[in-house]
T-cell receptor, first 110, second 114 residues
């Protein structure tokens, strides 16, 4: 079983829609959860990170962690064409490395 | 302020050759990590260096090696290249060895092995 699993999509939605991106993870010991955004031919950039359970909001973005079901989510409200990118969930394993999901390719259609 | 810079941005090699990729971290960052991203996949951890010492190694063969210099820049070396080494190689820097996911990535070096 992979440590982090993510539906690769692709996911295509109209502008203004609410987008839900999801990952599952295998080890209940994981504490830090991240979402990265990667535009085509660019490096990933950190969007948000959360510690343990609960929600964290930043503008149009909300990250949610449900430790009981080992499920992490990213919601994008009022989606814009500029949000079109690949979204990567990640967890920290030990003190040395991030373990990424496969990434979900998202397209927002004007 | 300059972000993480990597060179070269693109390169083409043939099987069996050797490649060296270079990375300059953000000023003040002492930790550098390397990741491999195969097309359509998430990045996979290769190495982490902190204060010029290897602090973590992923599940990669010994053909992969790295080092960090006194100015905190880093090199990733790959020997005896295989077709499967074709990927985007990402360098990331952070202030300290323990990071809360706040890794800052460069734009990567895209390696094609023919």
């Amino acid at each position: 079983q992979k440590e982090v699993e993510q539906d690769p999509g692709p996911l295509s939605v109209p502008e203004g829609a609410i987008v839900s991106l999801n990952c599952t993870y295998s080890n209940s010991a994981f504490q830090y959860f991240m979402w990265y955004r990667q535009y085509s031919r660019k490096g990933p950039e950190l969007l948000m990170y959360t510690y343990s359970s609960g929600n964290k909001e930043d503008g149009r973005f909300t990250a949610q962690v449900d430790k009981s079901s080992k499920y992490i989510s990213l919601f994008i409200r009022d989606s814009q064409p500029s949000d079109s990118a690949t979204y990567l969930c990640a967890i920290i394993q030990g003190a040395q490395k991030l373990v990424f999901g496969q990434g979900t390719r998202l397209t927002i259609n004007p | 302020d300059a972000g993480v810079t990597q060179s070269p941005t693109h390169l083409i090699k043939t099987r069996g050759q050797h490649v060296t990729l270079r990375c300059s971290p953000i000023s003040g960052h002492k930790s550098v990590s390397w990741y491999q991203q195969v097309l359509g996949q998430g990045p996979q951890f290769i190495f982490q260096y902190y204060e010029k010492e290897e602090r973590g190694r992923g599940n990669f063969p010994d053909r992969f090696s790295a080092r960090q210099f006194p100015n905190y820049s880093s090199e990733l070396n790959v020997n005896a290249l295989l077709l499967g080494d074709s990927a985007l190689y990402l360098c990331a820097s952070s202030l300290a060895i323990w990071n809360t996911g706040e890794l800052f990535f460069g734009e990567g070096s895209r390696l094609t092995v023919l």
